[in-house]
């Protein structure tokens, strides 16, 4: 099973679940854990029966929204050991960037616009040590800036992050925001109406944490949901 972070301030819940949907049409089992503080899937995914700590099944995805760890959360299913392909973790914040372990993630992306806010509390959730973890960037931008980038290689200078050569850009668009929050009232996934940019974006994350699955057919996916 591969274990995957997504950390940062910036609002990915969203990005998260498309990208697993992708990877659930070509059949692979995955499991999100919302390790986020306001618990977002509680209010954009549907869930008949909701507590304090719960697993929900939305678009053939289990996710797990309450748990602070994953032995917690395999207590709460009963596993001797996990079942699934890929996990991938929601995290923006330190408590639960230490108590999941997001250092021994087989890949990490740091995701992050470029307000003040986003960078600055993106990079408080890892923190400072003499121990670095690789981390790509995924760079929400309108128009990306070559001093953007800078900036953020400069706030991160004393950060526990080695950055990875590779970065993957998501142009902001308005389009964007709407094809989500008309998914979020509808209480389902279409990928009609995104950017080719936010298509292209999540594209490239598949073919880093999934490199068996074929292109061909996630392009076929986007097209047909």
Known sequence: ?????FVGA?????????????????GLKILIIDGTTLQ????????????????TTYEDIDIAV???TL???????GAVQFEYDIMLLDIDNRDTYESFEIYTSDKCYFVTAFDNY???????IIGKSDEKKL????????????EEDEYLNFLSFYSSVQWSKEKIYFPFEAGDNSAIVENQRNARISFRDLTQGYKDGMLEVISQISPEVRI???KKLLKNI
């Open 1 to 5: 099973m591969k274990k995957i972070g």
């Open 10 to 26: 910036y609002d990915k819940t969203d990005l998260i679940i498309y990208i697993s949907k992708l990877l659930t049409g070509a």
């Open 40 to 55: 977002k899937t509680r209010y954009t995914v549907p869930c008949i029966t909701p507590s304090k700590c719960y697993i």
């Open 66 to 68: 309450g748990f602070d």
């Open 71 to 77: 032995q917690e959360i395999q207590s709460y299913t």
């Open 118 to 124: 986003s960078l600055k509390k993106g990079l408080e």
């Open 135 to 146: 981390m790509t960037k995924i760079l929400f931008s309108r128009n990306m800036a070559k």
């Open 216 to 218: 061909g057919d996630i």
